[in-house]
């Protein structure tokens, strides 16, 4: 059987407590409302986020030959470029033929076989040069076999009852060894380690599975990143207040994810989706940014293609992520129908060409990043729930911020639905944002929508 990633426990985790019914959501004794007191970089308001996989991206799998892509993302509108982690990996116990990403042996250098520091500084560069930002993946938890800290500090590490480096508990992941958050030395290096990535060029961090470090150390590391320069944090976790407080900006939404999977398989319904939003809005501020994604590198190489687990759903989701209260992410290739589980420990290069997708999400991407209404946190418009006459199969809301209102429509189920609106005050004429056609609300005419069908309206 072949081995999981550093990165996915996340994954098994968040299925794990959605099925045990312990999700954020699940329990009434979580259900507690916080603050953040994060200050987001101003450059985020409006963001989206794209995942890039640089072993898989290009046959040569280098940071140059990347590079020839960034003004294809820069023209489909993409902002923030999210690196998986490029750093060397361990060869000691190394999975595979090439090895996990997530198998760190050096925090401070570049994976030989993406090219050198300076090759990815000068992505770096050009990404800054188009107006993008650049964000790194940050792996806290283990550190490879063989990464120099075992000889320098090997104090950081925690040790099995023999004394001796151990994997993380609990799991398959032998290519690496469990680092020790008690130690202080070690939040120390960690800093000074980012902080060189910061002052290089990076604009922020995803920090891989951070469940078993100390919040306080986020805190801290913010503060110090934020004197060279504002960052971006996101966190791999999902839970309410703790990291949220003060060190990250934004986390996944992994149990929507889960559950959007859910109701595209006819094994949940709009109902769910209406009673999430509504434990979402007690307890998470409007100022915390939340990731939702359709897929991911994890999804892709280990659950499944979009396709095989969204169907004809997948336009409706994406819309869906892409007006809610959320900073949407794409993946390497899914803006070009990527129709493949990528391999994870050998080279699976990306083909790529355009499809019907590709204008479809630059659409997206347009109508996020231009209204107002649909940014990010503070910066845009609470999502206010419409009823209807159908709230078992569709779901509605509106965002308005500044005078800029967008209004939507989901059919969540395999049939059609006619439907009315029960909220009177939306009176106003729109423009209907894929077909440009102008409509005025409140209509005479009950509203139709096909299966999975879904109606974006501007004002």
Same mark, same amino acid.
Request: hydrophobic share 40%; with cysteine; glycine share 6%.
């Given at each position: ?8 426990l996340s994954i098994l985790l968040a299925s794990i407590m959605i099925l045990a019914g312990c999700s954020l959501f699940g329990k009434k004794k979580e259900l ?151 130690? #202080? ?7 000074? /380690? ?58 996944? @939404? ?9 109701? /595209?398989?006819?094994?949940? $319904? ?37 396709? $095989? ?8 989701? /994406?819309?869906?992520? &892409? ?35 590709? /204008? ?7 109508? #996020?990043?231009?209204?107002? @209404? ?7 418009? #609470? ?29 969540? $189920?395999?049939?059609?639905? #006619? ?14 944002? &894929? ?25």
């Open positions: 059987m072949e081995k999981l990633p550093v990165s996915i507690k409302a916080f603050t953040s007191e994060v200050v987001h970089p101003e450059w985020t308001k409006n963001m989206v986020l794209y995942e890039v996989n640089v072993r898989q991206y290009t046959d040569e799998g280098t940071f140059n030959a990347f590079a020839e892509h960034l003004p294809r993302l820069k023209a489909l509108g993409i902002d923030v470029l999210w690196f998986m982690p490029t750093f060397p990996i361990g060869v000691v116990n190394r999975k595979g033929e090439l090895g996990s990403y997530y198998s760190v042996k050096d925090f401070m250098d570049v994976n030989p076989e993406f090219g050198t520091l300076d090759d990815f500084k000068n992505v770096i560069n050009k990404a800054h040069e188009l107006g993008m930002y650049v964000m790194l993946d940050w792996v806290p938890n283990h550190t490879a076999w063989d990464n120099q800290l075992t000889i320098d500090h090997p104090e950081f590490y925690a040790k099995d009852s023999t004394g001796k480096f151990t994997p993380p508990i609990g799991t398959d992941w032998t290519d690496v060894i469990q680092l020790d958050w008690s130690q #202080k030395g070690l939040h120390d290096y960690m800093i000074n /380690a980012m902080s060189f990535w910061v002052k290089l060029g990076v604009d922020g961090f995803r920090v891989d599975h951070p469940h078993n470090t100390p919040k306080e150390f986020w805190e801290r590391a913010r503060t110090e990143l934020n004197k060279i320069k504002p960052v971006l944090m996101l966190a791999e976790h999902e839970g309410a207040g703790g990291f949220m407080e003060k060190g990250f900006d934004m986390n996944y @939404a992994w149990e929507l994810h889960h559950m959007m999977k859910n109701v /595209a398989q006819g094994k949940d $319904s709009a109902r769910s989706i209406a009673k999430y939003f509504n434990r979402e809005w007690a307890v998470y501020p409007n100022n915390v940014y939340r990731l939702m994604f359709l897929t991911n590198h994890d999804e892709n190489s280990w659950t499944g293609t979009t396709d $095989s687990l969204f169907a004809g759903a997948q336009r409706t989701f /994406a819309t869906f992520i &892409f007006t809610a209260q959320s900073v949407p992410l794409i993946y390497s290739g899914q803006e070009v129908c990527l129709n493949k589980r990528l391999k994870f420990f050998v080279r699976d290069t990306i083909e790529w060409d355009t499809c019907d997708l590709t /204008a479809f999400y630059a659409n997206l991407i347009k109508l #996020k990043t231009e209204n107002k @209404a649909l940014w990010n946190g503070d910066f845009g418009g #609470k999502m206010v729930k419409i009823k209807t006459n159908k709230d078992n199969k569709v779901f509605a809301f509106y965002r308005e911020k500044d005078g800029n209102r967008v209004v939507v429509f989901f059919n969540l $189920s395999r049939i059609s639905v #006619k439907f009315t609106l029960k909220k009177k005050d939306l009176e106003s004429e729109y423009t209907e944002y &894929f077909t440009g056609a102008k409509v005025n609300f409140p209509m005479k005419e009950k509203m139709n929508l096909e299966p999975w069908g879904y109606r974006v309206f501007i004002r």
